[in-house]
């Protein structure tokens, strides 16, 4: 392939397809610009070279021009002095230069308009790289993100959600019942302290009826000391009597 199919090549060439088709974005895009320098090197040389030769080429036809001038005043010197022949002799040197120059400046035009596209290729190819380069960094960019982002959705995706959201379901239901033992020890705790007020308070009622009776039973003895008992009180009540009603009362209140 010559130089100039690959210049083509290359400024024809659309970096997205080179993108689409590559396993790794970034080594083929740096691989592509890497190519790209290369042939703006040798295009340089290239061009180089056109120059110089179409330097050479427009100094031969100046040379040329030049002969070709001096032989015509050579000629007009020769018939100003009468001298036809040398007149002659010096128009035919200058023809020969004349024919020459010609040839040379048919090359020189060649040349000239190959330098100029060389050039322009030239120039093209500088823009290319240098719009390739910018290119280049956007879609590496653009691939970096990608992976990195394809990396954290993996990651995201490894994660065992499930496994968590159960773990933290677990959690809620323990902590729940914790919540619920407390409550319901609060709410027994506060029922037995009623239950011993109540008590309490129940208590003190049977004890002011006890203390009643007692302050009533004492009325009774201490009337009794001071005067003497009927007999037939003493004989409507006597020890055993009053023994088994009190032991019938105390079975009683064991059955309660």
Same mark, same amino acid.
């Given at each position: 392939?010559?130089?100039?199919?690959?210049?083509?090549?290359?400024?024809?060439?659309?970096?997205?397809?080179?993108?689409?088709?590559?396993?790794?974005?970034?080594?083929?895009?740096?691989?592509?610009?890497?190519?790209?320098?290369? $042939?703006?090197?040798?295009?340089?040389?290239?061009?180089?070279?056109?120059?110089?030769?179409?330097?050479?080429?427009?100094?031969?036809?100046?040379?040329?021009?030049?002969?070709?001038?001096?032989?015509?005043?050579?000629?007009?010197?020769?018939?100003?002095?009468?001298?036809?022949?040398?007149?002659?002799?010096?128009?035919?040197?200058?023809?020969?230069?004349?024919?020459?120059?010609?040839?040379?400046?048919?090359?020189? $035009?060649?040349?000239?308009?190959?330098?100029?596209?060389?050039?322009?290729?030239?120039?093209?190819?500088?823009?290319?790289?240098?719009?390739?380069?910018?290119?280049?960094?956007?879609?590496?960019?653009?691939?970096?993100?990608?992976?990195?982002?394809?990396?954290?959705?993996?990651?995201?995706?490894?994660?065992?959600?499930?496994?968590?959201?159960?773990?933290?379901?677990?959690?809620?239901?323990?902590?729940?019942?914790?919540?619920?033992?407390?409550?319901?020890?609060?709410?027994?705790?506060?029922? $037995?302290?009623?239950?011993?007020?109540?008590?309490?308070?129940?208590?003190?009622?049977?004890?002011?009826?006890?203390?009643?009776?007692?302050?009533?039973?004492?009325?009774?003895?201490?009337?009794?000391?001071?005067?003497?008992?009927?007999?037939?009180?003493?004989?409507?009540?006597?020890?055993?009597?009053?023994?088994?009603?009190?032991?019938?009362?105390?079975?009683?209140? $064991?059955?309660?």
């Amino acid at each position: 392939m010559g130089l100039f199919d690959r210049i083509s090549r290359v400024v024809r060439s659309n970096l997205n397809d080179v993108v689409s088709k590559a396993e790794d974005p970034e080594k083929i895009l740096e691989q592509a610009v890497i190519d790209m320098t290369e $042939d703006l090197v040798q295009l340089r040389q290239a061009v180089a070279q056109a120059i110089a030769t179409q330097k050479r080429s427009q100094q031969q036809y100046n040379q040329y021009q030049s002969q070709a001038n001096q032989w015509q005043s050579r000629a007009q010197l020769a018939l100003q002095k009468g001298d036809e022949n040398l007149a002659r002799e010096a128009l035919q040197r200058k023809k020969s230069y004349v024919e020459q120059a010609n040839t040379i400046k048919s090359t020189l $035009d060649q040349q000239t308009s190959q330098v100029d596209g060389l050039k322009r290729n030239l120039i093209s190819l500088e823009s290319k790289i240098s719009e390739a380069k910018t290119k280049k960094n956007m879609l590496k960019a653009r691939a970096q993100a990608a992976k990195a982002n394809e990396q954290l959705q993996g990651m995201i995706g490894g994660i065992n959600t499930t496994g968590s959201s159960a773990a933290f379901e677990r959690m809620e239901e323990r902590v729940l019942q914790m919540e619920a033992r407390s409550q319901a020890s609060a709410e027994l705790a506060g029922s $037995d302290l009623e239950s011993q007020f109540a008590q309490l308070e129940a208590g003190t009622d049977v004890d002011d009826e006890l203390a009643s009776l007692k302050a009533q039973m004492q009325i009774g003895p201490a009337a009794q000391v001071q005067g003497q008992l009927p007999e037939g009180n003493v004989a409507a009540n006597p020890p055993q009597v009053v023994d088994a009603e009190l032991e019938e009362l105390r079975q009683q209140l $064991d059955k309660m």
